[in-house]
């Protein structure tokens, strides 16, 4: 039995996924499968892409804010987001990061596969059609049926929508850790899934725990960044 650590959307807090390593460090994971959006809305995107760089056995992907901070990197502008306190966490991170991890960004694919042992597997930010497809738990079997069909995936893992999954579809897995950094659903807890298989089983777990919000909290106001982001993170709800 395989046992794979399911992170993404941990959007520059690194106290929420230090949390999360204290949590499970006693468990030996054979891999650790990060869906993207290591950037943005938190202080800490230094410590957070050079937690991955250190670690041989983790596997990670683009999300759209690593995007478009390595597109403000070339030069050049972007259209969304429009309101002007995202704009400020997007440009206060590309002047923050650091050379080595911005080149690390940029070794990155926008979607990655991996096979363990007679298992194939997909890792996608939102979706394989899409990589900027917001997939929610309530969205309609018909569009999971859409994605499972003809599918060369036996295990979809994806983020984007900061929203904690499992479904078996048509024989496909699907599977979403929640985001790690940003939830939206009210409950500010960190959240992230263990995933276990061989080939005579599937299983996947979620965690919901607790972690030092008020270092989030600290980072942004000596940064002088916006006080919106401090409310969302304390009551865990997308506000803008």
């Known amino acids: 039995m395989k046992k794979v650590l399911v992170l993404g959307d941990i959007h520059a807090n690194f ?30 995107p230094n410590e957070t892409i050079k937690w991955f760089r250190k670690r041989k056995n983790s596997i990670s992907i683009l999300g759209n804010t690593d995007r478009r901070i390595l597109r403000i990197l070339k030069g050049k502008n972007f259209k969304r987001p429009k309101k002007e306190e995202k704009r400020i966490m997007y440009y206060w991170t590309a002047e923050t990061l650091l050379p080595e991890n911005v080149q690390y960004l940029k070794s990155l694919p926008m979607q990655t596969e991996l096979t363990i042992g007679d298992i194939r597997i997909g890792v996608f930010h939102g979706t394989c059609d899409d990589e900027d497809e917001t997939l929610f738990a309530s969205a309609s079997e018909s569009r999971f049926r859409e994605l499972a069909k003809g599918s060369p995936f ?37 959240s992230f899934a263990i995933l276990e298989l061989s080939s005579e089983e ?39």
């Open 15 to 44: 106290p929420a996924l230090q949390a999360i390593w204290s949590y499970v460090r006693e468990y030996r994971f054979d891999l650790i499968v990060n869906t993207g959006d290591f950037t943005v809305y938190s202080t800490f």
């Open 154 to 190: 036996r295990v979809h893992i994806m983020g984007h929508s900061h929203t904690p999954y499992y479904k078996i579809i048509d024989g496909i897995h699907f599977i979403n850790p929640g985001s790690v950094g940003r939830m939206f659903d009210g409950d500010p807890r960190t």
């Open 202 to 240: 599937i299983s996947v777990k979620h965690f919901r725990i607790p972690y030092p919000v008020k270092e989030v909290i600290s980072g942004l106001k000596q940064n002088r960044l916006p006080d919106i982001y401090a409310r969302m993170y304390r009551i865990g709800r997308k506000l803008n």
